[in-house]
């Protein structure tokens, strides 16, 4: 029998009834989209959490099979909308090893500047976002103002503010714009002094402290049971990033520094995004000062008319903003993939809730929602 204590004063009786079964979603502010999630609560207590995804699903990987390689980049653009620029490098890395073909030096760089500048406005939505679950408005106001200096330096390149089409397989869309590169600095600069101004009002608050410190515990077997990956599993110790482990672009030849904490709680997951931030605005001034130093060249290749990839397979992974994305693309020698199996980040990051919520206080779900770091789209493709 299931059981429900009810209070009736001071002489209390436990009193037999059923669990209280909670929907949470689909369509609540906690959590980050078209998410549900069935929760059976003890009292003010979670005893079971059941993520229930799919309410955004729009069969992008089927699609991946009546587009054609220039197509298939738009709609791998689109699953984590906060990284647009990212989601679409897996795809064009994939088809470049299967052509075997060498992208020219100044798109590789630019690739790279693109992806880190990408990385800082994912952050920077989460560390703004974050907050304001729990109750504070201020921070919000600040890392928006960022963003926006951010993402007028994309939009200028590529003529979107989300979804930018700027890849293309053999380099990049066209070249950059006369000055962009002195802009880009200005921009890194102006964005990095207003850096501790975020850092200086959130983390030493003492609310935030008391709702995040010690709340949603992650450890390090659990992380790998599930195959959570990026900011959340470096928070709790898994020194991981493939930027450095197992580079691609340009990354090699920069000093990637790997951002870990221990704690593996909601403060520890704020403080690595914090620090990826600062991380990715450094990358990006030396990616600057490369492409300044490059001599004048290609940024793409010419490519037929009709595009089609050897027969052939191959599995390219990417260190998007969120995790590790993987990109799995089979071909029977057609101008379109016979298959694309996308591996996104934030679908771990939330089946690993089931573990993580039982035993917390429904208050605290907010504060654990908020600091797994997930984007809907990118759960259900």
């Known amino acids: 029998m299931e059981e429900r204590v009810v209070g009736i004063g001071a ?35 979670i005893a079971t959490a059941e993520p229930i995804i799919g309410y955004m699903h729009r069969g ?18 689109r699953h984590d909308w906060l990284s647009g620029f990212a989601n679409e490098l897996g795809v064009v890395i994939a088809a470049e090893r299967m052509l075997g073909m060498e992208v020219p030096a100044r798109a590789v760089w630019t690739r790279t500047l693109l992806a880190e500048l990408n990385r800082a406005l994912s952050h920077l939505m989460f560390l703004g976002s974050y907050p304001l679950e729990l109750g504070a408005i201020t921070p919000i106001f600040y890392a928006f103002n960022e963003r926006e200096r951010i993402q007028a330096v994309m939009e200028e390149i590529s003529g979107g503010r989300m979804h930018y089409m700027f890849n293309r397989v053999g380099g990049l869309k066209e070249e950059l714009p006369a000055g962009w590169l002195d802009r880009v600095s200005a921009t890194v600069s102006a964005t990095r002094a207003k850096v501790p101004d975020i850092e200086n009002l959130i983390l030493g608050n003492e609310i935030f402290l008391a709702r995040t410190r010690g709340v949603g515990v992650l450890d390090r077997e ?160």
């Open 60 to 77: 992008a990987e089927k699609l991946f099979e009546v587009r054609d390689y220039r197509q298939i980049i738009m709609l791998a653009n």
């Open 222 to 381: 659990t992380i790998m049971q599930y195959g959570v990956s990026g900011p959340i599993a470096r928070a709790s110790g898994v020194d991981l990033d493939l930027r450095r482990d197992q580079p691609y672009l340009a990354y090699e030849q920069l000093p990637v520094k790997v951002v870990t904490r221990t704690a593996g709680d909601c403060h520890a997951r704020f403080e690595v995004l914090l620090e990826q931030l600062k991380v990715s605005l450094d990358l990006a001034d030396a990616c600057v000062e490369r492409l300044r130093s490059l001599p004048p060249g290609p940024i793409n290749q010419r490519l037929p008319k009709v595009l089609k990839v050897p027969e052939g397979h191959t599995y390219a992974w990417t260190e998007n903003p969120l995790g590790i994305n993987g990109y799995y693309l089979v071909s029977r020698g057609d101008k379109t993939p016979w298959r694309m199996k996308l591996r996104s980040a934030s679908y771990s990051n939330v089946q690993v809730l089931r573990e993580m919520l039982p035993g917390h206080l429904v208050a605290d779900m907010v504060a654990i929602l908020g600091s797994m770091f997930f984007v809907v789209g990118d759960i259900d493709k």
């Open 11 to 45: 002489g209390a009786k436990e009193l037999a009834t059923e669990d209280m079964i909670l929907n949470i979603g689909p369509q609540h502010p906690s959590t980050h989209g078209v998410l549900r999630l069935r929760l059976t609560l003890d009292g003010e207590r």
